[in-house]
């Protein structure tokens, strides 16, 4: 299927003085309050946007005509806004695991090696990283106005790489400010965490969010957004992967039918996210709740409590080893094939694979 690249993502306020993401406003006027921390954390709800506040907050920090302070806002036109915007501001380091740097496109020509074929790109903030961010975090500040240091996601960090910046947390060289970000504040360091003030990121509401994706050019943003679970940025990755209303409203029962064809061959983790999904509304409307993900409608019926329990553990098993493409089809139709036991008298189950593709061909 055809997938497009993904956009370039916006940096900061731009010359026209517009958030790069329209709900960060909120969170951006009450960081004001907390300008003299110098370590901060920004947590909430994964997709809310954390990365993109981070840097927002940067420019702020960074900003040399002042912007809009009570509002927290950085101008979007003096040289430092401009150059934290394409990032290149010699008092901005932004570490992030090396395969977020390959996903954004933000690898240069000595990263040559994180781009090949073969290679596996982290997915931690390694120790090294952080030691290199500790060094050049007592070097001068470039522009005189303070160094900031973003850290995302935080928890990516390991402990080792967490217990070297402890130090450095606790008292930042010179004017240094650090930002860190995390969607899962809980696997962060306690000893990290208390040395962070704290401020919170929130999803848009269901309006905003829905007139942001319709700006973004995305169709049926009502069920995108809802499998999305309410962020705007996941619907968009979602739309990008060639998720539509139709497809996400026939895969519970196709699942639950043991039919994996809708899900071999798309990313792991993506279909490893749905089938985890899936099983959360099955257990919500087990105990007379309304699915979140997914409409009722769209629910195969009656789960099998234990069996679901027991999907469940697999699922989430699987979603911790999830680097191992070279059996993920496999793995996605061992995952779809159990939750047959989820859903014993779910119409349409197909009993063997000549049955499961043919089923795909409608
Ligand atoms: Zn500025």
Redesign the pocket.
């Known amino acids: 299927m055809a997938r497009d690249a993904a956009p370039q993502m916006a940096i900061g ?1 731009g010359a026209d003085g517009r958030l790069p993401l329209p709900w960060l406003g909120d969170a951006l006027a009450r960081s004001a309050a907390l300008a003299g921390a110098h370590a901060l954390l920004v947590h909430g709800p994964a997709g809310a946007g954390h990365l993109e506040f981070a840097l927002l907050l940067a ?2 920090v ?6 809009d302070e009570a509002a927290g806002r ?9 150059l ?1 915007a394409t990032r290149v501001h010699p008092d901005l380091l932004i570490v992030l695991p090396d395969a977020l740097r390959v996903q954004l496109g933000w690898v240069d020509d000595e990263d040559g090696r994180l781009t090949k074929a073969d290679a596996k790109p982290s997915r931690d903030l390694r120790v090294e990283q952080v030691r290199q961010a500790i060094g050049w975090s007592q070097r001068t500040s470039g522009r005189g106005r303070g160094k900031v240091l973003l850290l995302h996601p935080a928890d990516a960090m390991n402990a080792a790489a967490a217990n070297a910046l402890l130090k450095t947390l606790e008292e930042p060289p010179g004017s240094m400010r650090l930002l860190l970000t995390s969607a899962d504040p809980e696997r962060l360091l306690p000893t990290v965490r208390s040395r962070c003030q704290r401020l919170r990121l929130g999803l848009p509401a269901a309006d905003q969010a829905l007139d942001w994706l319709q700006a973004q050019g995305v169709d049926e943003a009502p069920a995108l957004l809802a499998v999305a679970g309410g962020s705007p940025l996941e619907a968009q990755a979602c739309a990008r992967e060639g998720l539509t209303a139709a497809w996400l409203a026939a895969l519970p029962r196709r699942v639950a039918a043991g039919d994996a064809s809708p899900l071999v061959g798309r990313a792991l983790p993506r279909a490893i996210e749905l089938l985890l999904k899936l099983a959360h509304d099955a257990q919500v409307q087990a105990a007379g709740g309304a699915p979140r993900f997914f409409s009722g409608e769209q629910m195969p019926g009656a789960a099998d409590p234990a069996a679901l329990r027991e999907w469940q553990r697999a699922l989430l098993r699987a979603a911790r080893h999830d680097e191992h493409p070279w059996n993920a089809g496999l793995l996605v139709e061992s995952l779809v094939g159990q939750a047959a036991a989820v859903w014993p008298h779910a119409p349409g189950r197909a009993t063997s694979r000549a049955g499961a593709s043919l089923h795909s061909g409608r």
């Open positions: 306020v420019q702020a960074l900003c040399e005509a002042g912007g950085p101008c979007g036109r003096c040289s430092s806004c401009h934290v």
